[in-house]
């Protein structure tokens, strides 16, 4: 515990940020950042990360601002004694939050690999379910509503697809924030994504409905270091979908050379994006 923030350690090696997702439903103890974690500890790296506010084992009450989670990220390098730039993995709104932190902080990113996300304007994008041009929408839309009018696990696991549905999700109070998305679509970082630095991999998977395949390819042409590698038989979880090529792409893209050394003048202080 860190000054109210549950800050996690995993495994050995080189450390490498794992960025959760603000809206909580990408931090240690569900299935999709386990995956991720245990993936990058099988790579020799530790993992550092945290539980946002409001959700985990964090005791600090949730703001739900980007300055919010930048500042969190901060205290979690902070408690892990990292002082020097480091890798970062982010997927989804966790990578939507890790852009946000390289354009912030680029002294303390090494290296990036954005999975399944984009840098803003995700709603409009060709092919994501949140577009109203999707055939998929209403549903999705449908399902939305039924999520902030019914707040249980229920509605939250069947618009993130997880199945089976048990009768008691129906009566569990939901772990993620709706609010959330209301404020990620106000923040576009597109307009800078030439400013990132930091070599960076994208992994997006063809199918991905709700970061579309147009936002991956958007951030590998416009951040000046970037490459793209798209999985084509996923959807918005490759490492899951499509385990073992992700997990070699990763590895060739994190494996050939450690982070570099710290500017002795790194401190972990920066303005909001």
Avoid: K
Wanted: aromatic share 8%; hydrophobic share 40%; glycine share 8%.
């Amino acid at each position: 515990m860190h000054d109210g923030l549950a800050v996690y350690r995993f495994g050995t090696g080189e450390p490498i940020l794992f960025m959760p997702g603000p809206h909580r439903f990408q931090r240690p103890g569900l299935r999709s950042a386990d995956v991720l974690i245990r993936g990058l500890t099988r790579l020799d790296r530790t993992v550092i990360t945290f539980d946002p506010p409001g959700s985990g084992h964090s005791a600090r009450p949730a703001h739900l601002s980007m300055d919010e989670m930048l500042a969190c990220t901060d205290a979690a390098l902070d408690a892990a004694d990292l002082h020097h730039p480091v890798d970062a993995i982010g997927h989804s709104m966790g990578g939507f939050t890790l852009i946000a932190y390289a354009l912030s902080r680029p002294q303390h990113i090494a290296r990036l690999v954005l999975v399944g996300t984009g840098a803003g304007g995700y709603m409009q994008a060709r092919g994501a379910l949140w577009n109203r041009h999707h055939p998929g929408f209403a549903a999705m839309a449908a399902l939305g509503i039924l999520q902030m009018a019914v707040p249980t696990r229920g509605p939250e696991r069947l618009l993130r697809n997880y199945t089976p549905i048990r009768p008691s999700d129906w009566l569990q109070p939901r772990s993620g924030h709706t609010e959330w998305h209301r404020i990620a679509r106000q923040l576009d970082y597109r307009p800078r994504l030439r400013e990132i630095v930091a070599p960076s991999l994208i992994l997006c998977g063809r199918f991905d409905p709700q970061f579309a395949l147009p936002c991956s390819q958007q951030l590998a042409h416009a951040i000046p270091h970037a490459r793209l590698q798209v999985f084509e038989r996923s959807g918005h979880y490759p490492f899951i979908e499509e385990s073992e090529p992700f997990w070699s792409a990763v590895r060739a893209f994190l494996m050939p050379t450690t982070a570099p050394t710290p500017p002795d003048s790194a401190s972990r202080t920066g303005g909001a994006p």
